[in-house]
C-alpha cells in the first residue's frame, strides 16, 4: 500500500499505535468550551498525575500484542497549565511503560498565555517536539467574547519562545464563525497566523455546545448563532489564501505545510482519521484497540479514585474505564468511513477496506456510494489498484451531510456472521 503521507500500516499490521494522555485543567473555563476540562481543581494536580502514572503502567502490562509507540499527544483542557516538572514525569512514565519509536511524534497543546521560553526549553529537552497552541484569533474583541485570557501579544510571545526552545513543529488553531467576527476580522487573523511561520494549522468553526454559557447567551439573544453563509466563505477564503501559501490541505479542518521534503501533518490526528489503533488515558479519555473502543470515567476525582482502587476490567480496559465497547464488523465499516473520508486527498482507500474487512466497500455501501456520487459528494480517484473514495472539492463543506449518510445503517445482507456490538458499562 503507498502512502500518502509518513506512518500508518505496513500491509495489514499496524506496527505502531498512538496514545492519548488526556489533562482536563484550565485556569479559567471558556465560555464555548464543552470539552471535558475544569477550572479550580488545582489541588488534584498532583493526584492525577500518579493516577496517570499508574495507569499507563497498567494499560502497558495489559496489552497482549507487541506495539511500538509512534505518537504521544497531551490534549486537554490546558496540559501547558501543568507544572514543566509533571509533564517531565508523564513523558518518563511512558518511556519506562511502553517502547517509543525513535521518531516518535510528541505533541502537546499549549495555551499563548501559560507559557514561556524557559519553561518551553525544559518541554523540548524532555523530547516534546511538536507544540499545539490555542491562537483561536487575533482580535482582542473575540478573545474576550470567547473568554481566552491570552491576547494577540501573547501568541506572538508564545510562538517566538517555542522557536527559540527548539520547536520545529508549530502548529495554531483558529475558530472562524465567531459572532461579531466579519470577514475582515478573519482574514486578519489568517494573516497574523500566517505571519508566524506556524508549520500546521486548524481551522475550526465554532458550534454552539449544550451546557455551555455561548448557548444561554445564544437563547437570551445576548449573541447571535453562527452565520453560516459567513462561516462558508471564511472557510473558502482560508482555502484559497493556505493554498497560496503552499500549505497543504490535507484533512477538512487541517492544513500542512512541508519542510525538508516532508510533510508537517499531525501524525497523532491522522492515526485516528486512517481508523488505526490508540491507547487513551486520563479522565474520559478514549481509546481503540483490538476491535474495543474503552471510555473512561471524566470526572477527576472519580478517575483518581478508580486507579486508586486499581480494579481489574475486561480487556483492553483499565481501572478507570466507565464503558469497553466491542465493536462489530460493521460498526468498524460504518466508523472507518466516517473518519477516513475526512482525509480530503487520501480518503479511503478501496483495496486496504477490503483487506481489513473482507469486503469490498461497494459490496456493503453500494448505494450510498452511488447516491452520493451521483449528487457530485463523493468521487472515485486513483489508478485501479489504488482507488480511493474521497469528498469532491464541492462537498468539502457538506462533510458533516455525507458522514451522516454513513452512520445507522441497517447491516447488509451480505454479511454473513452477525456480529453485534455489546457494551459492558462498568458498575
Ligand atoms: S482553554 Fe481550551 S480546554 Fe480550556 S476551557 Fe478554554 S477552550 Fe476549553
Not at 502514572?53 to 504521544?72: D, H, M, N, Y
Not at 510533510?263 to 491507547?279: D, E, F, K, T
Not at 458522514?403 to 458498575?427: D, M, N, Q, W, Y
Amino acid at each position: 500500500m503507498r502512502e500518502i503521507y509518513p506512518y500508518g500500516m505496513l500491509g495489514n499490521m499496524p506496527t505502531k499505535i498512538s496514545l492519548y494522555i488526556h489533562i482536563p485543567f484550565c485556569r479559567h473555563r471558556c465560555a464555548y468550551c464543552d470539552f471535558n476540562t475544569y477550572a479550580g481543581q488545582e489541588n488534584l494536580i498532583p493526584a492525577y498525575l500518579k493516577a496517570l502514572q499508574a495507569e499507563i503502567e497498567q494499560v502497558a502490562a495489559k496489552l497482549r500484542f507487541s506495539f511500538e509507540i509512534g505518537t504521544i499527544f497531551l490534549g486537554g483542557g490546558t496540559p501547558s497549565y501543568l507544572p514543566v516538572e509533571g509533564l517531565q514525569e508523564i513523558l518518563d512514565t511512558c518511556r519506562k511503560a511502553f517502547c517509543i519509536s525513535e521518531d516518535c511524534e510528541i505533541s502537546l497543546e499549549a495555551n499563548p498565555g501559560t507559557v514561556n521560553r524557559d519553561g518551553l526549553s525544559q518541554l523540548r529537552r524532555a523530547g516534546f517536539n511538536r507544540i499545539s497552541m490555542g491562537m483561536q484569533s487575533a482580535n482582542i474583541n473575540e478573545l474576550r467574547l470567547l473568554e481566552r485570557e491570552h491576547d494577540p501579544i501573547a501568541v506572538i510571545h508564545a510562538a517566538e519562545s517555542a522557536r527559540l526552545a527548539g520547536f520545529k513543529n508549530l502548529n495554531l488553531d483558529l475558530i472562524f464563525g465567531i459572532p461579531g467576527q466579519t470577514m475582515d476580522t478573519w482574514k486578519q487573523s489568517i494573516h497574523f497566523a500566517l505571519g508566524l511561520k506556524p508549520d500546521h494549522l486548524s481551522l475550526y468553526a465554532l458550534t454552539i455546545e449544550h451546557g455551555t454559557p455561548f448557548k444561554r447567551w445564544v437563547e437570551r439573544g445576548f449573541i447571535s448563532s453562527p452565520d453560516d453563509d459567513l462561516a462558508a466563505d471564511q472557510y473558502e477564503y482560508a482555502c484559497q489564501v493556505l493554498e497560496e501559501a503552499g500549505f497543504d490541505h490535507y484533512e477538512i479542518s487541517n492544513w500542512a505545510l512541508k519542510s525538508n521534503n516532508q510533510s508537517m501533518v499531525c501524525l497523532h490526528n491522522l492515526q485516528y482519521w486512517r481508523y488505526q489503533p490508540y491507547i487513551g488515558v486520563g479522565a474520559g479519555a478514549h481509546g481503540f484497540l483490538e476491535n474495543h473502543r474503552t471510555i473512561n470515567v471524566r470526572g477527576i476525582k472519580a478517575y483518581i479514585d478508580r486507579m486508586m482502587l486499581a480494579m481489574e476490567m475486561p480487556y483492553p480496559a483499565s481501572s478507570a474505564a466507565d464503558q469497553v465497547i466491542e465493536l462489530d464488523l460493521w460498526t468498524q465499516m460504518q466508523e472507518k468511513m466516517m473518519v477516513g473520508l475526512r482525509l480530503l486527498k487520501e480518503g479511503v482507500e478501496a483495496d486496504p477496506f477490503a483487506q481489513k474487512f473482507g469486503f469490498e466497500m461497494e459490496e456493503v455501501f453500494g448505494e450510498r456510494i452511488s447516491k452520493l456520487t451521483g449528487q457530485g459528494l463523493l468521487e472515485w480517484t486513483g489508478s485501479s489498484n489504488q482507488r480511493r473514495l474521497r469528498l469532491t472539492r464541492r462537498a468539502w463543506l457538506l462533510g458533516n451531510r455525507v458522514f451522516r449518510e454513513f452512520v445507522g445503517l441497517p447491516e447488509p445482507a451480505v454479511l454473513r456472521k452477525k456480529i453485534h456490538s455489546t457494551t459492558t458499562r462498568v458498575p
